[in-house]
């Protein structure tokens, strides 16, 4: 995809780094998250602050060139939106077997160099955290990128991602589902300005 560019902050940037919002038939403002929505978009970057900015602003109403109906749940809804559309991916990944869970298959996949992303639930336990840790730093290589590791998630929205079971540990063994969920998970992370 080209560039878009924000309606508000007028800077430009991949259609990963920004949201698209539309017009729904009845006037109201609705979060296109996966760009795919019929009819004119206007661009947002992905941050909750930039949304709220617009909206006060009427930016949407501007840039739509129409009157624009906006409902009061839309800055929480588009973090929900994001929110599904990571545990969609982390979703697609288990689907296709390029996740393992539970510290020791997570600490075996790091030694291995399986693993390629390391996930934590919020609630996860300092010393399995540090364990897993230990194990990222044993692997280092100055001619290997380091293994992320992503705390965004309690462990019931984990679950959601892997058939209901709660998960506290994860890893992903593929580098391209691993890029796509990374992405998503970034724009997540740039919505909530950088707080996880």
């Known amino acids: 995809m080209n560039d878009r560019t924000c309606i508000l902050t007028r800077k430009s940037g991949d259609a990963h780094e920004l949201i698209r919002f539309v017009a729904g038939p009845d006037g ?12 004119r978009g206007a661009w947002i970057s992905a941050s909750k602050s930039v949304l709220e900015e617009a909206i006060k602003r009427k930016a949407f109403t501007h840039s739509l060139k129409t009157d624009i109906i906006v409902d009061q749940g839309l800055v929480e809804l588009v973090d929900k939106l994001l929110v599904k559309a990571a545990l969609g991916r982390l ?3 288990r689907k296709a077997g390029a996740v393992v869970t539970g510290a020791t298959k997570v600490e075996q996949a790091i030694r291995s160099g399986e693993a390629c992303l390391v996930l934590h639930s919020k609630e996860a336990a300092f010393d399995g955290k540090r364990k897993i840790e230990q194990a990222i730093y044993s692997v280092k290589r100055p001619d290997k990128q380091d293994i992320p590791v992503v705390t965004l998630f309690n462990s019931d929205e984990m679950g959601v991602a892997f058939g209901d079971n709660p998960v506290v540990h994860a ?3 593929n580098l391209k589902l691993a890029q796509g969920f990374i992405k998503t998970v970034q724009r997540l992370v740039a919505y909530r300005d950088g707080k996880h």
């Open 28 to 39: 109201h403002l609705v979060p296109d998250i996966k760009a795919d929505l019929p009819g």
């Open 91 to 93: 979703a697609l990944a």
């Open 171 to 173: 890893a992903l063994l």
